[in-house]
């Protein structure tokens, strides 16, 4: 009997935990679900940055009853100080330890020469769509690892139809002349175990007199802080005329950059409590999320969203800009803003119509409920694929 044998590249997969590092441990453990489900051998090479390597392996759930005879999985370190040096130690590692069934890589890497056939995920293209936020070398690099993958690799992994299609358009590639295969996001295991908030407690929460917002990441143009801004511009000028509510805050959780304070340019709202809070740990974001009415997303390109999927699972209802994750992820039904409605006054009358119409409220929930529903097979539609691909199943 054949015995399936997978390297499970991760070298991106970092402490300070970004969305290809959830991606990638989110996907390794439905793996190893499918396993314990199946009780059908598996071996899995991990290999992953030596500093990193522990957090990894600390985070998968490995069943007990998974023996050797099921499950033989190796965390194996990967040494580099820049990407030559680890692509270099990487691909020497992969032929030293023999052929692989599959040889996946959770995100793009200049490898081309593999003990098997290849695969990695492409997350997104917004270098491509918004190129005016990247340097020419970001650009370069990056249009590079796409154009590698198209010459060399068995197939390209992609994580949703809008990046599929971003892929298609700039590169004039289809399934005629190269094979896709959908390894979907989805919503994170450390998320599913979070108690989501009970409907009479997001409805007690509108029934007070204040309005409290949540912004989740980067600080800068692309994730749209500069779209943020004009809108607390705007709630800040009418304050005064605003009888629904006796106080506003707006909490900015992320990284400030180098574009930060030009986007501010010394401006800090009077009636508006706005507060940079920085990385805020798991049990703090979520308290703050349950806490907030809305939470803004008005990037201008996004891979997936990862806290839009967090914000929905909190119930915490999203003001979101019109880009085609969204549009897929929320349906095309939903209320997007773009810089046709302007990022002021049309977003505060949809809250207010929020909060003052209980039946309009009720069924924006109700659909949030049912994307979370949607969501929550991401990670495990992508592991069978992938463990369909190399013949597992």
């Known amino acids: 009997m054949k015995k399936n044998k997978l390297a499970f590249i991760a070298i991106s997969y970092i402490k300070k935990y970004d969305g290809v590092s959830v991606y990638a441990e989110n996907l390794l453990q439905e793996i190893i679900n499918i396993v314990d489900e199946r009780k059908k051998y598996l071996y899995i090479d991990v290999y992953v940055k030596g500093e990193s390597l ?31 040096t680890k692509t270099f130690y990487l691909t020497q590692l992969l032929y030293k330890n023999g052929e692989y069934d599959l040889v996946y ?5 200049p490898v081309i020469f593999t003990p098997g056939p290849k695969i990695k995920t492409i997350h997104d ?11 020419m070398v970001a650009r370069l690099y990056s249009d590079f690892l ?3 993958s198209i010459k060399f690799d068995d197939a390209i992994g992609y ?8 892929f298609k358009k700039f590169y004039k590639v289809s399934e005629k002349n190269k094979k896709f295969i959908y390894l979907p996001n989805g919503i994170p295991f450390k998320i599913l175990k979070m108690r989501r908030p009970s409907i009479e407690s997001i409805e007690e929460k509108f029934n007070k007199n204040y309005l409290k917002i949540i912004v989740v990441g980067r600080i800068n143009r692309h994730k749209g802080f500069d779209r943020v801004l004009q809108f607390v511009k705007y709630i800040d000028k009418i304050f005064q005329r605003i009888n629904l509510f006796d106080d506003i805050e707006v909490n900015i959780v992320g990284k400030q950059t ?18 940079f809070l920085g990385f805020l740990p798991d ?34 209802i999203p003001i979101l800009s019109n880009i085609p994750i969204f549009r897929e992820i929320m349906g095309e039904d939903y209320i997007f803003f773009s810089d046709k409605t302007g990022y002021d006054k049309a977003i505060y009358e949809f809250i207010e119509q929020i909060f003052k119409n209980k039946e309009y ?3 924006i929930i109700n659909k949030i409920d049912k994307i979370v529903e949607k969501e929550k097979n991401g990670y495990k539609i992508a592991a069978k694929n992938l463990l369909s691909f190399m013949g597992y199943l």
Do not use: A, Q
């Open 361 to 363: 409220r009720m069924k």
């Open 125 to 135: 293209f917004s270098f491509k769509v918004v190129p005016e936020y990247y340097s």
């Open 258 to 275: 180098s574009e930060t304070n030009l986007i501010l340019n010394g401006y800090f709202p009077n009636n508006v409590k706005l507060n």
């Open 105 to 109: 890589m959770t995100n793009p890497m």
């Open 146 to 148: 796409r154009r590698i």
């Open 159 to 166: 994580i949703s139809k809008s990046s599929l299609e971003d």
């Open 54 to 84: 522990s957090l990894l392996r600390s985070r998968i759930h490995i069943p007990k009853n998974l023996d050797k005879n099921i499950l033989d999985i190796r965390f194996i370190p990967v040494k580099g100080n820049n990407t030559i």
């Open 283 to 316: 049990n703090e974001l979520n308290k703050l999320y349950e806490e907030s009415h809305f939470c803004f997303f008005l990037s201008r390109n996004e891979g997936y969203g990862l806290p839009l999927i967090e914000s929905l699972w909190m119930r915490t």
